[in-house]
């Protein structure tokens, strides 16, 4: 039965002063490195959608599962909303809330999860390297989903040890519950749940008797987990569109009858998953976490050996079965890599030589983090980060700017943009800037070419237009627009082009772009 008097009465004998200021100060750092310049890093497209999509939600409830027409779970649209009602007229921020906030999840559970394992110390360890890991300071900072799904597999881990341990009702709701929300956060949230199948083998050093009656016990509850985990996901069918879910999922995944086909057509991400594991948590922190897992092996086997079918499993599954590999799609290793740096520590026999390596770490992870906060420019990404979030068409670098020419503009006329693209292309980015009380609407197009400016002639009448083109870089000499601005990268050629239109009869049919 819960107490609230058992709870601060165990909370006052196991945490001193020291330790709560300590986690105090843990926690500031953690909403510091999240919060400071949050908008400033330049919008990615995806973030366009997804925010657009709560708007839409938010504005028009028969809209709350606008995410399924894309395959996509609802969670992130929902959790957004509030954030959206608090800063209305900044939604690029109120977006990026959503993921401070799932990153916060994650850092209490990591912080659970090690205090459970091996006690407070170990959690003050992980929970500090949670807050430092280049890895989660990104992706806590960026409007996606993969912040929430890492949250719900270190929940996950969490109550399925738990689980393993009590054999308890109560424990298999929250079991459940966590899983339901990991569910309609993404679909590959279910392999967490499949994973934990496989705590039983927590009991081989039990007798054969008690092994099999825990196991049991443990199966029952762990069914009871999955039958509330799935009932929180078909909540997905009251939307007519539920099954573009498993649509999408082709996208993303090998079917079995495609891998059965081609069952080698992926294998390069053998090589790819601990680049881009290793690449975007600093480096730094792998080589102490295959000693921490080491010497897990030594001296906690079974743990070891259930923490080490959430490294391997997905790492074959993933090598194998995923058509389209990201870094963020495997976020959660940099959990992982929490977990075992954190034993390494606190089984370094000299305090002092744990001090002077973790103060190492926390400094080379700062050095990485530095340019994530203040210079995405000069960011290190892997080249497949790097062309997302800084230099390719997915990362749109000046819009703010943009948008504010276009307010100014539209406090004499109403402005109308006619936009290169719209599903998740610039149009979706330009709808975030729009605030409450703009006079602007944004149209999208794809592709953009000379018949619709001649077929928006008409909008001059009443509006000043105007083209944004993110894709294209050459501008035939006959289109009857002209140059406004340029907004550039840091790299490369790529930019976003403002143009003016014109009416088809003026002599000015075009001013280049210099």
Known sequence: MFSIEELFIYLKKTFTKKDVLLIGGIVLLYFISRLINLDQWPIFSDEGIYIRWAKVAWKDASWRFISITDGRQPLQTWATIPFLKIFPDDMLFAGRLFSVTTGFIGLTGMFSLLMYLWGKRAAIIGATLYVFLPYFVFYDRIALVDSAVNAGFIWILFFSLWLARKRRLDTALFLGFIGGFALLAKSSSRMFLMLAALAPLLYLDEKKKKMVSYSINYLLLLGFAFAISFFFYNVQRLSPFFHYVALKNTTFVMTFDEFLKTPFAYVHNFKYIPLYIAWE????????????????????????????????????????????????YVLFYGSILIITATYFFIQTKSAKLTRIILLLLIVSMTIINYPLLFNPARASFPPVDRGQYITGVTAVWGVENLMNLMREKSKLRPVYILAEGDFGLVADVLKVYIKEKDNIEVRGLWPLDQRHLIEYQNELLENQVYIVFSHRQEFPDDWPMKFVQKYGKP????????????????EFSIISKN
Not at 281 to 288: A, Q, R, Y
Not at 491 to 506: F, I, M, T
């Open 281 to 328: 948590s600093g480096w730094f922190i792998v080589p102490l976490s295959i000693a921490g897992l080491y010497f897990l092996f030594k001296n906690e086997k079974l743990f070891a050996s259930y923490l080490s079918i959430f490294i391997v499993l997905p790492y074959i599954a993933i090598s194998f079965f995923a058509k389209i590999l990201f870094p963020r």
């Open 491 to 506: 790299e490369g050629d790529k930019a976003l082009y403002l143009y003016e239109l014109l009416p088809v009869a003026s």
